[in-house]
């Protein structure tokens, strides 16, 4: 596992989301647009070049996303500037960072009118050191609202020996049970666990992954 170092991971994803054009959804984002009430806003923590978010306001909901890559960001926001979409809005931060991340969420309440809003995250938590992951968790947990839903789709313990197609950058590989125990810690009510293969291939690789969907007591 890569030693974790802030600063490098964000000029690695700055200078990866400079030459990565994909914006095919992911597959866990098509998987849980059923499960969305429409007129939700979402706000998507960690949102890279925005496939999903992009994806999401295709479908009629207001998006909200953060992520650390301002090089990400800019692209996000050139590609919704292009297609003319006006409910998908970027901002750069830091997910690990509670200001950012209670400054996020207050600006989801605002877009959302009162409707409900639903969070969502992506190939993030195991790209970021467990003490981060605790400051995310308790971050999350301040400025959620009972009922809420949460999310998440990570690499597993499982994954640690496969080959990526992606490599030098940070990853840590997830002990599921123990995520989904921190939540519980923190205010979370586990409502869906899975983990497994063909959930997340990509060309040549198909990853461990897991699943979880939270809702916040």
């Known amino acids: 596992m890569a030693e974790k170092n802030v600063a490098f991971n964000e000029d690695y994803w700055n200078a990866f989301y400079q030459k990565f054009q994909r914006h095919t959804?992911?597959?866990?984002?098509v998987s849980i647009v059923t499960e969305i009430d429409e007129g939700a806003t979402i706000v998507e923590l960690g949102s890279g070049n925005g496939r999903d978010s992009h994806y999401l306001a295709s479908q009629g909901y207001i998006t909200v996303a953060l992520d650390l890559s301002h090089e990400a960001i800019k692209r996000c926001k050139e590609h919704a500037e292009k297609y003319d979409v006006l409910h998908s809005h970027f901002y750069q931060g830091d997910i690990t960072n509670a200001d950012d991340i209670a400054a996020l969420v207050e600006k989801a309440r605002e877009k959302s009118a009162g409707q409900r809003v639903v969070f969502y995250s992506r190939f993030v938590m195991h790209s970021i050191d467990q003490?981060?992951?605790?400051?995310?968790?308790?971050?999350?947990?301040?400025?959620?609202s009972t009922g809420e839903m949460i999310y998440f789709e990570f690499r597993s313990k499982e994954d640690e020996t496969l080959e990526k197609h992606y490599g030098g950058h940070y990853r840590r590989y997830i002990d599921t049970a123990k995520f989904t125990r921190a939540l519980e810690s923190r205010g979370f009510l586990t409502r869906y666990s899975i983990t497994g293969q063909g959930m997340a291939k990509f060309k040549d690789e198909d990853p461990f992954?897991?699943?979880?969907?939270?809702?916040?007591?």
């Open 131 to 144: 003490e981060q992951e605790s400051s995310f968790m308790t971050a999350l947990s301040d400025s959620m």
């Open 25 to 29: 959804p992911s597959q866990f984002c």
């Open 209 to 217: 992954v897991s699943r979880v969907i939270a809702s916040k007591k």
